[in-house]
């Protein structure tokens, strides 16, 4: 399956900074995905990310909060802004996996970033 | 949207014992997975499985797409199984998100 590497792996931060997490791809892909998992619940996709235009967010989320860059095919970022308590959740991205070498074909996640804000 | 729902909510196990995990979606769907989520959060993809029948030693999955469920099976389960397993969809739009049900919490006792 394709390989995603994703930076930072845990953080812990204080309210009111910004964080910014890396995934990085061995593969060029056109759609790249942001999920959020808040503490013992499921996965929420925050927004799609294409290379070339802008992100597109889900319901409930917004670029000021959580803007996100994609650079080239192999690579995006989001950023957590002016960070509470409530941001304290595992981030996660995803990307659909045409190698095959998998179990059939879907998608794929990086390892995510568990974010704690103190 | 489309609605997901995962039951049992929580299943402890005796090792070695076998468990059936139920996935049930509210309209059709073009993509069906199941993943494991380690205790350090990873997301493991199990099985892509919108229709048929898969297996991988000792989990396998079945979807039944005109039923709109699917189950994933563990047999012989080992304290290693223990974690959460989601079941996620995607619609038949095909914009890649994917929608996760509550999922499953497994202990795996020794």
């Known amino acids: 399956s394709a390989v995603i590497s994703q930076k930072p792996s845990r953080d812990i931060c204080q309210r009111g900074t910004s964080l910014t997490i890396q995934c990085q791809v061995d593969?060029?892909?056109?759609?790249m995905f942001w999920y959020r998992q808040q503490p013992g619940q499921s996965l929420t996709l925050i927004a799609t990310a294409n290379q070339g235009s802008e992100a597109t967010y889900e319901s409930g989320f917004v670029i000021d909060k959580f803007p996100i860059s994609r650079p080239n095919l192999t690579f995006s970022t989001l950023t957590v802004s002016n960070m509470s308590p409530e941001d304290s959740s595992i981030y996660l991205c995803?990307?659909?996996?045409?190698?095959?070498?998998?179990w059939g074909y879907g998608y794929t996640f990086g390892s995510g970033t568990r974010l704690t804000v103190v | 949207g489309i609605q997901v729902e995962q039951s049992p909510p929580d299943l402890i196990l005796q090792e070695g014992a076998n468990s059936t995990l139920r996935c049930n979606f509210s309209d059709s769907v073009n993509n069906l997975q199941w993943f494991h989520q380690n205790p350090w959060g990873q997301l493991i993809n199990l099985f892509y499985i919108p229709s048929g029948t898969k297996q991988n030693g000792r989990l396998s999955a079945t979807t039944v797409a005109t039923e709109r469920y699917s189950l994933l099976y563990i047999s012989s389960s080992q304290t290693t199984d223990s974690g959460v397993y989601f079941c996620?969809?995607?619609?038949?739009?095909?914009?890649?998100?994917?929608?996760f049900g509550q999922g499953t919490t497994l202990q795996v006792k020794p």
């Open positions: 593969s060029q892909v056109t759609m």
């Open positions: 995803s990307v659909e996996d045409h190698s095959g070498r998998g």
């Open positions: 996620a969809v995607g619609g038949s739009s095909n914009t890649g998100k994917l929608i």
